[in-house]
């Protein structure tokens, strides 16, 4: 079993950065390919980064070239360092463990078990 429990959430003007946290239970988080996904109001969840196990990264397109994300396994942790945010971006973000990736999967896809409570990101224009 894994709890994921995510930090560093708030609110930002336009063009300002954030940082977001993940911290994991448990002493296999190097084995999980880690992701993030968000929600914004009457929206579905949809994927903004992923991390595999060997750091290769996946992102969004909306994203890319913003946002990076990151793991340290000594620390069960993994990261989403925001910049250039916008207005757009504001929603809750939600950890995934076991999310699954190419080539394994055509795209990225969240694991079913293991999600985080979700963190408020608000981008003020």
């Known amino acids: 079993q894994v709890q994921l429990v995510e930090s560093g959430g708030g609110l930002v003007q336009a063009g300002g950065s954030l940082r977001l946290s993940c911290v994991a239970s448990g002493r296999t988080f190097s084995r999980y390919t880690m992701g993030w996904f968000r929600q914004a109001p009457g929206k579905g969840r949809e994927f903004v980064a992923a991390?595999?196990?060997?750091?290769?990264?996946y992102y969004a397109d909306s994203v890319k070239g913003r946002f990076t994300i990151s793991r340290d396994n000594a620390k069960n942790t993994v990261f989403l360092q925001m910049n250039s945010l916008k207005p757009e971006d504001t929603a809750v973000y939600y950890c995934?463990?076991?999310?699954?990736?190419?080539?394994?999967?055509?795209?990225?896809?969240?694991?079913?078990?293991?999600w985080g409570q979700g963190t408020q990101v608000t981008v003020s224009s």
């Open positions: 995934n463990a076991d999310s699954c990736l190419p080539p394994s999967c055509s795209k990225v896809v969240p694991g079913s078990n293991y």
């Open positions: 991390i595999s196990r060997s750091s290769s990264t």
